[in-house]
């Protein structure tokens, strides 16, 4: 049986100024300009520069106030979610405005050339091929990824070109035109299957030599003992001295394991980092600045009030005078919510990097990774009164300059650990240290995770050998017999 009742229900929700400026927030500089540029566009009721109009007449203001609210957005209809999920940084920039007109203002170019692909198609035509010849090296080059391997079975490629490129050939085929021609092309190595393959091309594009030759021995019939470094092993099945071994470890080193990401024209984007905090020492102090292009002088358009001040002088209004007006205190209440997102924005990213900045007042000052402290977005979000997201926009994609490089805020944040007299350090101060000690170790007798365990004991931080093996992957760093050295 159907009933009807009445509920009251106390909810909160977001308004769309809220999660406008949420979204404002979390964006980077140069996101944040891509952002002003399109609202710009978008309202033609907003200005940029400085402006010496009068103030809208709030009296004309208010008097569309009860009919335009019926046309406001409701935070009912708004997802939150969709709404905050645009992770499109456009690659655009704008000229910075907050320089003196005597400060030189640097670009950073962008190369335009060749492409690595477009690079090995056209070194096929210095080549005497017949048809099939050049399709099959031609869809060979197609196959390089941007390190210069072909990660693809011959029997595969074989099929594709049969399907794709109506080409019916044998793997014998396609293996001889993969040595003939595409494994002469330069970047050197490029067209390997594997990494032995790729030294041994490049190996054997060179003059030969004893120790070269060794080389190519040791790569072609031992290799997995010299990539697991058993040096003991490979001196005893190729009858060769310590020095002799060391020789070819030094020749090999010296080859390019990726030679398709060496080519100087390789289409990747190129990324330029534009900082969205400057921190300075003057006089022993730390002086903060926020990138001036996140606060861009923004003001409600001249001509928009001239419009709405002509309505009121009007002694007959019309239904499309009303219907302009309306539309007209739309555009105008959409710039006042952004100007006034943009300041709060401002003010909050500010609040947000000098509590930061002073939390870690001794690292800003030296540069020294060992004095950062434990920090998470709890400790800066009490400081500053705000939500642990509002921290976590802030922090999350943002950079700042320093005199020691621009580094990720997300960088500085850390977990906390006890030492050995009970007090708080930070985990990066303990994976310098192990860095340190690993870069000062005899190579030729790699300290193991146990050792560095023990020796990081000494020093004060009673860690497990596990922690010590995770600290170590998070560096990058091999396990001890891949740090071995002849």
Same mark, same amino acid.
């Given at each position: ?31 944040? /300009? =891509? !952002?002003?540029?399109? @609202? ?6 907003? +200005?940029? #520069?400085?402006?010496?109009? &009068?103030? %809208? ?74 048809? /099939? =010849? !050049?399709?099959?090296? @031609? ?6 990824? +941007?390190? #210069?391997?072909?990660?693809? &079975?011959? %029997? ?331």
């Amino acid at each position: 049986m159907l009933k009807q009742s009445l509920h009251y229900k106390l909810l909160q929700k977001l308004s769309p100024q809220q999660i406008q400026l949420m979204k404002l927030i979390q964006l980077p500089t140069q996101a944040f /300009e =891509e !952002r002003l540029k399109q @609202e710009i566009e978008e309202n033609p009721a907003l +200005d940029t #520069g400085k402006d010496d109009s &009068e103030s %809208i007449d709030d009296d004309l203001s208010n008097e569309f106030d009860d009919d335009a609210g019926n046309e406001k957005i409701e935070a009912e209809d708004i997802n939150i979610d969709e709404y905050l999920s645009d992770d499109e940084i456009p690659n655009y920039k704008t000229q910075a405005n907050n320089y003196s007109a005597d400060d030189e203002e640097k670009n950073v170019p962008y190369a335009a050339g060749t492409t690595f692909h477009q690079s090995l198609k056209n070194q096929l035509n210095t080549f005497r091929l017949d048809e /099939e =010849e !050049r399709s099959i090296a @031609e869809f060979l080059v197609g196959s390089i990824d +941007d390190s #210069g391997y072909i990660r693809r &079975e011959i %029997i595969d490629l074989v099929d594709d070109l049969a399907f794709t490129a109506n080409v019916f050939t044998t793997e014998e085929k396609v293996i001889s035109v993969l040595k003939k021609v595409v494994h002469t092309l330069d970047p050197i190595g490029v067209g390997a299957r594997d990494l032995r393959e790729c030294l041994v091309i490049q190996l054997k594009a060179k003059e030969t030599n004893k120790i070269r030759s060794l080389a190519i021995e040791i790569l072609e019939d031992a290799f997995d003992h010299f990539v697991k470094k058993h040096y003991k092993k490979l001196q005893e099945k190729f009858s060769i001295s310590e020095d002799e071994l060391k020789e070819v470890n030094t020749e090999i080193s010296r080859l390019n394991p990726k030679p398709g990401s060496s080519y100087a024209g390789n289409n990747k984007i190129a990324e330029q980092i534009v900082p969205d905090f400057s921190i300075k020492i003057i006089d022993g102090e730390l002086d903060l600045t926020l990138n001036s292009r996140n606060a861009p002088e923004l003001h409600i358009s001249r001509e928009y009030n001239n419009m709405l001040k002509g309505y009121q002088e009007s002694t007959k209004k019309t239904k499309s005078q009303k219907d302009a007006v309306f539309f007209i205190k739309q555009k105008l209440d959409s710039a006042k919510w952004f100007i006034d997102a943009i300041r709060q924005r401002q003010q909050t990213l500010l609040v947000t990097m000098n509590t930061i900045m002073h939390y870690q007042y001794d690292y800003f000052l030296t540069g020294d990774e060992r004095k950062l402290k434990p920090m998470i977005l709890k400790d800066i979000a009490d400081k500053i009164n705000m939500d642990v997201s509002t921290v976590s926009r802030v922090a999350n994609s943002k950079f700042v300059s320093t005199p020691y490089g621009t580094k990720l805020i997300k960088e500085f944040f850390s977990e906390s650990m006890k030492n050995d007299q009970g007090e708080d350090v930070s985990t990066k101060e303990i994976k310098k240290i192990l860095e340190t000690v690993i870069a000062e170790e005899n190579k030729k007798k790699p300290l193991t995770d146990e050792k560095l365990a023990a020796i990081l004991k000494e020093k004060g931080y009673p860690i497990a050998r596990r922690t010590v093996a995770k600290y170590r992957e998070q560096l990058d760093l091999p396990v001890a017999r891949l740090r071995k050295e002849i």
